[in-house]
Antibody, heavy 118, light 108 residues
C-alpha cells in the first residue's frame, strides 16, 4: 500500500519561500508520478494547490504563479515550493497521490502544519 | 472554475439511521466525482470515486450516486465511527480541481 509522508519547516517567515517534501513509500515513482498538494487552514475546508499528472503540472490559479512542483525519482520524493508567503498561507499541508487511470486523489499523507510568522 | 456546493452544512443523525449528503457542481462533471471522509486530527480518506465506486476496504454502508451536476452520498445505518466531515471533489476540470465546502455529520 502506497504511503506518503510530508516533511519541511513548520515555521516560515512572511515573504519567504515555503518548501515541502513528500516521501513516497512502497511504490517507485517515475518522472510522470501522479502527485499533488492540498492545504487546509485550521477548522476550514480543503484547498487544492497543484498536482503533477502524466508529467504535466497543474496549479491553482488562485495562487497566482507562486507554486512550483517537482519530482526527484532517485529519492522517491516530490516537492512543493510556494513563494512570497503571507499569513494567508498558514495551513495544514497534505501531499496526495492520484489514481493513474481515473485521476481522483486516492491516498493522502498525514499532513504538516505550517505557520507563517516573523 | 467549477464550483462544488455541498448541503447541508451540518446533518444531525441518530446512530442507526440513514444519512444522505448532497453535492452539486456548477457545470457538468460527468461522473468525475470523489467523496472523502475526514475525522478530527486525521487526513481525509477516500470513500467513493467515479461518483459510485467504492475502493477496496470501504464499507458497503457508503454508497454514491449521480452524474452531471447532482450527486449524493448515502450512509446507511450510521455507526459511531461515521460521524465526521465529508467532502466532495470534482476532477473533471483540472484548472483547477475543486472541493465542496464539506458536510459535518453529527450525532443527534
Amino acid at each position: 500500500q502506497v504511503q506518503l509522508q510530508e516533511s519541511g519547516p513548520g515555521l516560515v517567515k512572511p515573504s519567504e519561500t515555503l518548501s515541502l517534501t513528500c516521501t513516497v513509500s512502497n511504490y517507485s515513482i517515475t518522472s510522470h508520478y501522479y502527485g499533488g498538494w492540498i492545504r487546509q487552514p485550521p477548522g476550514k475546508g480543503l484547498e487544492w494547490i497543484g498536482s503533477l499528472y502524466h508529467g504535466t503540472p497543474f496549479y491553482s490559479p488562485s495562487l497566482k504563479g507562486r507554486v512550483t512542483m517537482s519530482v526527484d525519482t532517485s529519492k522517491n520524493q516530490f516537492f512543493l515550493s510556494l513563494t512570497s508567503v503571507t499569513a494567508a498561507d498558514a495551513a495544514l499541508y497534505y501531499c496526495a497521490s492520484h489514481d493513474s487511470v481515473s485521476g481522483n486523489i486516492d491516498t493522502w499523507g498525514q499532513g504538516i502544519l505550517v505557520t507563517v510568522s516573523s | 472554475e467549477i464550483v462544488m456546493t455541498q448541503s447541508p452544512a451540518t446533518l444531525s443523525v441518530s446512530p442507526g439511521e440513514r444519512a444522505t449528503l448532497s453535492c452539486r457542481a456548477s457545470e457538468s462533471i460527468s461522473s468525475n466525482l470523489a467523496w472523502f471522509q475526514q475525522k478530527p486530527g486525521q487526513a481525509p480518506r477516500l470513500l467513493i470515486y467515479d461518483a459510485s465506486t467504492r475502493p477496496t476496504g470501504i464499507s458497503a454502508r457508503f454508497s454514491g450516486r449521480g452524474s452531471g451536476t447532482e450527486f449524493t452520498l448515502t450512509i446507511s445505518s450510521l455507526q459511531s465511527e461515521d460521524f465526521a466531515v465529508y467532502f466532495c471533489q470534482q476532477y473533471k476540470n483540472w484548472r483547477p480541481l475543486t472541493f465542496g465546502g464539506g458536510t459535518k455529520v453529527e450525532i443527534k
